[in-house]
Nanobody, 125 residues
Framework: QVQLVESGGGLVQAGGSLRVSCAAS????????MGWFRQAPGKEREFVAA????????CYPNSVKGRFTISRDNAKNTVYLQMDSLKPDDTAVYYC??????????????????WGQGTQVTVSS
């Protein structure tokens, strides 16, 4: 059974940094593209970052480009999201997701088959 477990969320002041992690099990991790999405209260789910199965490609929306960095360690079956220069608008539940789709960029949630339970990130002003 596939499991994606996020960790590392928490409370941080504006301008600070946080790294969230997602440990995957039950799948051949290196063959999956991985993504991060977020959802704030009362808002739709938003794409945050994606990394291809071979880690050769990454993509970000303009809202986080230059501040967030996605990376993966296939030996540890883990994907990371490093978040710098955090803003209160970054406050949300962050979800990781896994996709077998061979398309790029993978910015749409419907391409992702497996999802984690989420980790809360709160940025105070």
């Amino acid at each position: 059974q596939v499991q994606l477990v996020e960790s590392g969320g928490g409370l941080v002041q504006a301008g600070g940094s946080l790294r969230v992690s997602c440990a995957a099990s039950g799948l051949t991790f290196s063959t999956y593209a991985m993504g991060w999405f977020r959802q704030a209260p009362g808002k739709e789910r938003e794409f945050v970052a994606a990394i291809s199965w071979g880690a050769g490609n990454t993509c970000y929306p303009n809202s986080v480009k230059g501040r967030f960095t996605i990376s993966r360690d296939n030996a540890k079956n883990t994907v990371y999201l490093q978040m710098d220069s955090l803003k209160p608008d970054d406050t949300a539940v962050y979800y990781c997701a896994a996709s077998e789709a061979r398309v790029w960029p993978l910015t749409l949630g419907r391409y992702y088959r497996h999802w984690g339970q989420g980790t809360q990130v709160t940025v105070s002003s």
